[in-house]
Structures are given as C-alpha cells and as structure tokens.
C-alpha cells in the first residue's frame, strides 16, 4: 500500500549528471515542506475547483541547485544531454534527457489515455 503517511517521510532524491563529467546530488526530505500534503489537497480539491479531467497535485522536489557549473559564482544551468534523475525508493525514479523541445518526441499520453489504459487493463 501506499499513503499520505508514507508521503509525509518519504525523502526525494535528485541527481543531475552531464556529459562534461558534472554531477550533482542531493535529498530532501518531505517532512520539511510548509504545508502538510493533506491540506494541500484539501484546498486543491474544494469546492471551489472543478477538474474535470481530473487532477495532478506537484509537491516538488526542494532541492534548488546552487553547485557552480562551470566557473565559480556562475551558479547552475542545465546543458543539452544533462540526464536528470529525481527518486525515492517506494515509487521509483523518474529520468530525463535535457534537449530542446523540438527535439524530443511530443507528450501524447496524457490523463485521458492513462484512464483508457488503465481500464483496458482492468485496474479501474
């Protein structure tokens, strides 16, 4: 199972590694966001709001980069081919290539085409 508890503690990971031999890594923990995620979907979800596609609620991943790329005190910035990883054990990872949009391939399954997957399989 999973719950809003395990959200609550779970620590979330990111690593960014370039082809220039730049790495970076870093955690954070959920327990230090301001608010508690319940309330946030509690506002999200009130009365107020109607989504009705559905909705995605974004916690983030607090972790701001501030490791120098390059030069010192030229701070961070992504470059083409960086791959960047955001994690935490009890989901998995999510991973991704940096490039220019009209490079890469379009987002085509979106909400609709998870709900039409999910049935089609029988998990709703």
Known sequence: ??????VRRM????AVEGDDQFTLR?????????RDP???????????HDY?????????????????????????????GDIVTISTPKLGALVNRVNHCDKIAPHRFGVAALMHNLAARGLL
Request: charged share 25%; glycine share 10%.
């Open 38 to 48: 319940a309330d946030l979907v509690h506002q999200t979800l009130a009365d107020n």
């Open 11 to 14: 620590e979330v990971a990111l």
């Open 26 to 34: 870093g955690k954070s923990s959920m327990r230090e966001i301001s």
């Open 1 to 6: 199972g999973f719950s809003i508890d395990d």
């Open 52 to 80: 009705p596609d559905g909705v995605l609620l974004y916690l983030g991943t607090m972790f701001a980069p501030t490791k120098d790329r390059d030069k010192p005190g030229e701070g961070f910035t992504h470059k083409l």
